[in-house]
């Protein structure tokens, strides 16, 4: 399209020429609305645009506004089919035919919209969406082409061809698109359609997982999620660190931690359910008992073979002896199938052949990674049974968790600033639109938030100064006492209240931290720090690792683990152990932090919590 | 430490100037080692320096070779603590004892190795690895500042502080570190270290997948499936998409397209445990039946109201009414519960009150961000829980999957020709190291294939030409026929041996693809395609998603599916449906297909497969 006639021309006429997306022949509307002259460079061209109706007006011609159209029902010859392809279009006694019908149909509405004169052409004007930014582009279909207008209510797909223009009088949009040619509807059933009401709450959005990223609320989420997941592995490339993929699925029962799920195909396969819940060698027989019986059994056939004088009996003592050996073979092979039953469930005839659970958290894992390729992270679901109804709590989280080798307490904490900060910098200069609308809908502090973070340090303070601190808070009741030690209402309340910034809180006692943090020289408090933001609460955990096989042996001795689960871990420390460190971001408190979102279930795209998981 | 005189100068100072890890007090040793002079420009430079021990061998001071160690049973005395600090470096009457104990423990050894003269200084040449890179740094300990020789065995952390100096007879490295501090050793408990051999298998690495990705094998395809992630994301992300995370955990059963992993907590409830198995009402109690007797009981008791008659009567018909109301509402309750119970399981208790699964899929998930978002992907683990013991089959996987809207199966082919095509590029440059090594050691034609598929377009056959063409194949008997239908055999045998690249198999019959495809205008085929490659199989699996309300309701029906599991899906199309069109790409055949590896267990860090899942 462009000629070479120099950089100058050539950068002018880039700035000119349409953007064809190259998957799909259309032209993506971030890349007419988002441009700096707002698509003005581009009027003139003729593109295919697609997208979803997010509202619309009608106009007659002669340019009398004839106000926004309420959602009518829509006709139900309509709805045998929701994908009308453009055969109106094509065929004029069609589209004559349903103009006739429309009127007929618009006339049985309770709420008539102001009916145009019908001599005079009728445009409708439709803010269309892609997706691809906040802003929609405004389509204009004259009504000689387009399909009945209730049919192109809220939610219905298009996709179509023609011109743009510049709009006469230009307020936030400057250009639009003048449609000539209707290439595909997608009609809404609107029956059925929850979301033709364009203020729905996002509670009532919940219920509706599948269809509410076509709000622009959600759609603004989704894209800040996307920025900061980007972000996330941009600074830990730029930064040398590798992506590992650490198991969804794992064997190490770290209960002791959280609730866990169980994974198991035992509920598939009918003939091993039956097993499932069998118990301990019912009737009492126990394989010690039988062991004697074949002792004893085994010198009685001597005795009888020696004295010669009863066959009968010798008979009868070999059947017994019989049945005794295969009894204390059925015996040893339940007695196996014993030791892998866990809380009266029998684990023998599972996928594992063992009890198998969804991780809670990954770090124990990466860290073999770490103790060989040095700087690691990873980034993918964990997840925690807990029956909490907490908007700050999901039963299926992303993490993001890293790793350091080489690496004390202070570099994790340096680690974890310049990540957020790169965080927050990022959605400020990617999304500045997505941001701004969220601020202007749900929480009108959070550019303000991501401003502070990106520019000013974060509050350090330990354990112990935290709990002085809030001892002298007199304005607020706690539900727990702090006495009792810091729980996460606290823990917020410093960051939300006193601090206003977030806040780190370190070198907590051992007793309220895992028994891999590094114990400190004092002997009672571990190398660990907790980072707490305004909105979102605890946003991340860390610590340095305990790297030494003798302490952390202790430590499991001490809180009474089960220590052959931990066998493959303490490997680390007794081969090539180094000093390590490390954090874990819940990744939708992230989201909460940036958005200023209420509830972490809306956050992301299927929240699953105790009792609610749809689709 | 570099000044300011003149940008040239500025440019030499940038390249001799160490580079310091932000997060860790080191130099990260592809900083030095990788760098196109080798190092060469920082010779002089004082730098710390961390790793695992690699290889080692001792020279005398005179430059008499002593060969290689063999590794040695480290001295019982230091297998009580594993980390060393560098105590012994600083005292030296400690480090004289350590010396004599040292050839005194070497001595017992039964391969003893050519001891040097004592007056003579020795120099322990050690190889050490971050794994920030395939490439090694040599370090030079003398042995009067080194702990004992054996304790520096191969795995053996190290991190020390030195000078960088040139080799004087330098071949494939220029630059070696000479120690002159050791800040820490992390020893190697030699009796239970199983990587002590550098020779093991990788089949024998697999019982060790926390200690594997110190191999050099292991290491490099870390590097490679990080270069490969990362890049997924660099292609999308240019390309306009957006990165949705889709649930792990589903309530859609999808178990008519493979066997599905059940999520539950029953398992972990005591109390629930009971009622795990309960199954229809026991001894035959019928809710019909009770209700009849309630009525026949009310309407006895009326009457013996009017007769007035027999006050023991009432009162007892009147307790009788009681306790049958009190059955039918428990009844009630039981039939309720009843409806969750599925193959004789009673989900009412479960963690999300109904059967819940690990996704097979997300793909069905996905189109729900698609029909808001247009362009969108996800990157995530499936799980299969399948008792397939084959060396291209896990549990649980990574999914690339993508969607487009407004887009046709063409669109869907043409976007993974890209993609893939722009990972292979990324790991001809980024890992041009990590994959000559394993074109050495594991696949010689791995180099080839990616600069292939990275230069050449892929053959593109229907289902129907593919069959024709196996027909014909005589120098190969298949385990299933031809006839009876493609299997993964026929499919592999095609890219292997026939096109010897990758092969585009679409237009499937319909029969043998998911309900969800587009059904093609002969009826009979649908818009699917299939890429397969030499070495991994099938890589991905794509197609045009049935847009038509009417055609995929049909297509469930047909199947005999239930409908209402699918209801959210249908949505979809019912309200603004368009078309559109993605994939699926398994990832760990991708790192197959680079890598060259032979078994799909080695690509990921730790493999589920049946029966086995360590850590």
Redesign the interface.
């Known amino acids: 399209m462009a000629s070479e006639e120099g950089a100058g021309v050539a950068a002018r006429q880039q700035q000119q020429s349409v953007e064809w ?6 032209v ?1 509307l ?1 890349s007419i609305v988002c441009r700096e002259d707002k698509g003005l460079g581009l009027v003139g061209e003729r593109v295919v645009v ?4 997010r509202s619309r007006k009608e106009k007659a011609g002669k340019g009398v506004s004839v106000s926004r159209v309420p959602i009518l029902e829509a006709p139900t010859a309509a709805q ?4 009308c392809e453009s055969l109106v279009t094509r065929v004029p006694i069609l589209r004559l035919i349903k103009r006739i019908l429309m009127v007929k149909d618009g006339a049985a509405d309770q709420r008539p919209a102001a009916e145009p004169a019908k001599s005079e052409p009728v445009v409708a004007y439709l803010r269309i969406n ?3 930014c906040l802003a929609d582009l405004q389509i204009a279909v004259d009504s000689s082409m387009s399909l009945p207008g209730q049919v192109m209510s809220i ?3 298009v ?1 179509v061809e023609g011109v743009l223009e510049k709009i006469p009088l230009p307020r936030k949009h400057v250009v639009q698109l003048k449609v000539e040619k209707i290439l ?1 509807v ?4 609107l029956k ?2 929850p ?1 033709a009401d364009r203020k729905s709450s996002l509670e009532f959005l919940r219920a ?4 509410r ?2 709000t622009s609320i959600v ?1 603004s989420v ?2 800040i ?2 920025i900061l ?2 972000g996330t ?1 941009r600074f830990f ?1 730029n ?2 660190f ?11 029962d770290s209960r002791v931690c959280g ?10 396969k ?1 003939d091993d ?1 039956e097993k ?2 069998t118990t301990d060698d019912h009737e009492g027989i126990n394989l010690e008992v039988v062991k004697a019986a074949i002792r004893e059994k085994s010198s009685r056939i001597e005795e009888l073979k020696r004295s010669d004088s009863n066959r009968e009996a010798l008979l009868d003592a070999q059947r017994d002896l019989q049945k005794a050996n295969k009894l204390a073979l059925q015996l040893e092979k339940r007695q196996k199938s014993t030791s892998l039953r ?4 029998n684990f023998t005839n599972d ?6 659970f ?1 991780s809670l958290s990954t770090r124990l ?1 990466l860290e ?2 770490a ?5 690691v992270y990873t980034f ?2 964990v ?1 925690q ?1 807990d ?1 909490s109804q907490s908007p700050r709590h999901l ?2 989280m ?1 993490m993001v968790e890293v790793e ?4 004390e307490l202070e ?2 904490i ?2 974890v600033e ?1 990540y957020l900060k790169f965080l927050c910098q990022s959605i400020l200069e990617n999304c500045s639109k997505d941001i701004k609308f969220l601020s202007k809908h749900m929480d009108k502090d959070c550019i303000d938030r991501l401003k502070s973070v990106g520019s000013s340090s974060f509050a350090r303070i330990t354990y112990a100064e935290a709990l002085e601190i809030l001892k002298q808070v007199k304005d607020q009741t706690f539900e727990t006492k702090v006495e009792q030690g810091l729980s996460e209402e606290h823990e917020s309340y410093l960051a939300d209240k006193i601090y206003k910034r977030p806040v780190i809180i370190y070198k907590h006692p051992k007793e309220v931290k895992p028994f891999y943090m590094h114990v400190r020289d004092d002997g009672k408090t571990v190398s660990s720090f907790d980072i707490i933001v305004p909105k979102a609460g605890v946003l991340l955990r860390g610590s340095q690792m305990e ?4 302490m952390i042996t202790k430590r499991i001795q001490e809180l009474g683990l089960p220590q052959e689960q931990y066998d ?2 303490l ?9 390590h460190s490390g954090f874990s971001l819940v990744f939708e408190k992230m989201v909460m932090f940036a958005t200023g979102l209420d509830d972490i279930r809306d956050t ?3 929240p ?1 919590t ?6």
Chains 1, 2 share one sequence.
């Open positions: 997306f190259k998957y799909s022949k259309r993506v971030r697609g997208g979803w109706v045998d089919g929701t994908c892609d997706g691809s939610g219905t797909s996709l595909h997608g009609i809404v059933d059925k359609y979301l509706y997982p599948h269809l990223p076509r759609a989704t894209r999620r996307n997941s980007y592995h490339q930064n040398g590798l992506y590992v993929h650490m198991p969804i699925i794992t064997t190490t609730k866990m799920f169980h994974v198991t195909t035992l509920f598939s009918s359910r499932l819940m866990v809380e009266g469930v996928f594992f052949s063992r009890p198998a969804l894992h073999s990674y103790c060989a390729l040095s700087s993918g679901p997840f049974a029956d039963a299926e992303w350091l080798a080489f690496a570099d994790a340096n680690c310049d790297e030494r096989i003798d493959w871990y490997d680390l420390r007794r081969h090539g152990t180094v000093k992301i795209a299927f699953r105790h009792g609610s998981a749809n689709a």
